[in-house]
């Protein structure tokens, strides 16, 4: 149980274009969602918490203009990185925890390579 | 199917003990294998293992790859309540033409004084 469906795996697109990475608890209810990149050296920085019904929460220094989200639903949460530049071009991972619990570990999604070329 | 397994799920030790973590995983084109200790920000990196029998050690804590045996450990000696947080093991490996990273469920140590 307790699976987090991350999709697209992997996205190319072209420099000013927008993407839209989704972040999908199939078998429990995520009230919160959490987004993360991953850097070059392994090392996962948090980028915002998705509330459902809610605005996000953004880490310092991450633009929220630029990297939207949106948790319409308690398994569904959605990052659209807008105006893409090489520079965005990362690894970008999700976490949910189910709804009511939370001190219960994450559940991870498999992660989305963007290329932005 | 769990590409990464985690044992054991939880564990409470007292400080000053050894604690030995497992992660056994089961994937074609790995890439690595990854230790992360889950803090309230995001997890933070401890270790990352490409390379058969080659320890690696921060401190108290040092890990180890098989790659025969497809497993990996992570060490903690004298351990502290600081220490008390859930350890995740990731593996890394190329599917689909790009890099993948999967994530065990952790497991969760606690230390008590």
């Known amino acids: 149980g307790a699976v987090v469906s991350q999709h697209p795996s992997r996205v190319i697109c072209k420099s000013g274009t927008s993407v839209k990475i989704e972040c999908r608890s199939l078998?429990?209810?995520?009230?919160?969602m959490f987004w993360y990149r991953q850097f070059p050296k392994k090392s996962l920085m948090l980028m915002a918490t998705?509330?459902?019904?809610?605005?996000?929460?953004?880490e310092q220094g991450v633009e929220k203009d630029k990297f939207l989200i949106n948790h319409a639903s308690l398994t569904l949460s959605t990052l659209t990185v807008t105006s893409a530049h090489p520079e965005d071009s990362s690894f970008y991972i999700c976490?949910?925890?189910?709804?009511?619990?939370?001190?219960?570990?994450?559940?991870f999604g498999n992660g989305t390579r963007l290329t932005v070329t | 199917e769990d590409k990464v397994v985690q044992s054991p799920l939880s564990l409470v030790v007292h400080e000053g003990d050894t604690v030995t973590l497992n992660c056994s995983y089961e994937?074609?084109?790995?890439?690595?294998l990854l230790w992360y200790k889950q803090e309230k920000k995001a997890p933070t990196f401890l270790f990352m293992l490409t390379s058969s029998g080659i320890e690696k050690k921060s401190g108290r804590l040092s890990s180890i790859l098989d790659k025969k045996e497809l497993f990996s450990i992570l060490n903690i000696t004298a351990t502290q309540t600081g220490d008390s947080a859930i350890y995740l093991c990731a593996l890394a490996y190329s599917g689909a033409g790009s890099y993948q990273l999967t994530f065990g469920k952790g497991t969760k140590l606690s230390v008590i004084p």
């Open positions: 998705s509330n459902e019904g809610s605005k996000a929460t953004y």
């Open positions: 994937v074609t084109n790995f890439r690595s």
């Open positions: 078998d429990f209810q995520a009230t919160t």
């Open positions: 976490s949910a925890r189910v709804s009511g619990t939370p001190r219960s570990p994450l559940h």
